[in-house]
């Protein structure tokens, strides 16, 4: 068993709350069903063990005794209504059915039992729930959980102040299997360590992505016919988009206002604007050839998507939805607003920009016949459609310092991921592509797309001297003018990433000699 030792910091704990950024409309609330806390020894009903089938994984049975593998999962968005190792009991849905059946196989082959926790956490610049917690059992050399699911900014805050386990030196994890994101792998390996990632063994990391999802009578209506087609043809562009947007608007109740009460041709969820960045082919900090990571949100690719965007949403076809309206037309920001969800459920509008999540749980059971689209390109020469990673909504698997046995722990992470990719990976397609109305196999192609392109862009989970919140501020006060703000915030930003590549590169070194 192989442990890695570090002294006993006597500090003291001083976490910050921020404002948190409620993402597709809702603010800070906790989601209507909060997923039960059980174990994986209890049976769902009506499920059934598929059988042990490990052909193609090197990880030989063994018998471990009935070892408690502990996992602790932690989230910040509203519209999560899932964790990756925790079901509810009984509930017959698809995806608790395929983790119950993922974590009875790995808990069969090496006869342990896996158990979980899970919580909300309360702020995104390190909670309390996440980062604190686990920060207090690295300073207290406490090996309770095996694994912690963190949200993206407990994750960075908790790899920048020593308390994850670098994956690369853990064994029998084979970081180079398919049902390990390699983008999220290489996206967040930094200086040659790799503290936290996602696979198929996560449903956060497939349904945090920003989709566009597209009414389909709407568009039948206004001789829209080709969107799949222009997907797959490359050609699925912000100028596509906005084209088609502009082809629908109208008062609808004729008061010369344009509110929640009138059609539009896009609804956008503010976080958008972080996605708007990644259609461009850019990110808010990216890693470079030294290792370190670089502000890059200066480029005239940023500024043109940004200002692109901001400005058409200014246009009477497209409503940035995350705002409530009095009765003269005037609007005022509010986070919490549900206009999007009831405008897109009442035919009223025919874009909604979001996240998976909450397009498929808000949309899937309701009579409204929808597709899914990626992300649109910023332009014609970007090369591929990024599926970006809201960070709000992000979660990753990350290993606490301190270990009871690494040796087990990556025997089993290894067999998870093995088994994620015929259990979860099935399920979640089921689930966001057939509810009780829609039956959309078209979407599933875009699916792939979007699974198969995602960006982990860890600017925006590091949030580089908030420079990231500035997208959004802007995005709110209708000002395409990205530049003047960017030189504004650029040198804070620099600080901040200047103190985090000290941090990763002081424990890069340290790793170095474990591996």
Known sequence: MKKRVVSLLLAALMLATTFIFAACGDNGDTPATTPAVTDGSNT?????????????????????????FMVYEVYLDNNFSSGDFTYSEGSGTVLDEAKYKRN?????????????????????TGSNEGYGKMLQAKNAGDPTYDVVILPAYDQTKLAQNGGLYDMYAVPHLDLTSAYWDQNAVKDLTIKDTLFFLTGDFSIDSFSSVVAVAFNKELAK?????????????????????QEYTRMVSEDLNGD???????????????????????????????IDDNGDLVLGLGTEGVYNAFSNYVNLFKEDCALRYQVTF??????????????????????????????LASISNQFRDMDVDYGILPM?????????????????????????????????????LETIGYYSTSTIVPAYYDKTLNGAVVRDEESSPMLDIIRANRVFDLGYFYQPGNINKELIFQFRAANADWMS???????????Y?????????????SWASEK
């Not at 910023?378 to 709000?392: E, H, I, Q, R």
């Not at 960017?486 to 620099?494: G, H, L």
């Open 485 to 495: 703000v960017y030189k504004n915030k650029e040198r804070a930003a620099n600080l």
């Open 326 to 355: 009095n009765d003269n037309g005037t609007s005022r920001d509010n986070s919490a607003s549900t206009y999007g969800t009831e405008m897109f459920i009442n035919n009223q509008g025919l874009f909604f920009i979001c996240t």
């Open 104 to 124: 009875s196989l790995v808990e069969e082959k090496f006869n342990i039992v896996m158990s979980s926790e899970i919580v909300k956490g309360t702020s995104t």
């Open 221 to 241: 209506e206004k001789g829209i016919n080709d969107l799949y087609t222009l997907v797959e043809n490359g050609q699925w562009t912000f100028d596509k988009f």
């Open 376 to 412: 649109f390109k910023a332009n014609a020469s970007v090369d591929n459609y990024y599926g970006s990673v809201a960070p709000y909504s992000a979660r990753f698997m990350g290993l606490p310092l301190h270990q009871n046995d690494i040796e087990i722990t990556g025997k089993v």
């Open 44 to 68: 769902p009903a009506d499920t059934t063990v598929p059988e042990d089938t490990t052909a193609g994984l090197a990880i030989p049975d063994e018998d471990l005794e009935e070892y408690e």
């Open 256 to 286: 010369d206002k344009f509110t929640n009460m009138d059609l539009f041709g896009a609804l956008s969820w503010d976080d958008a604007i972080y996605a708007v960045v990644h259609s461009a082919g850019e990110k808010c900090a990216y």
């Open 497 to 509: 990433l200047k103190n985090i590549n000290k941090a990763l590169s002081e424990q890069a070194e």
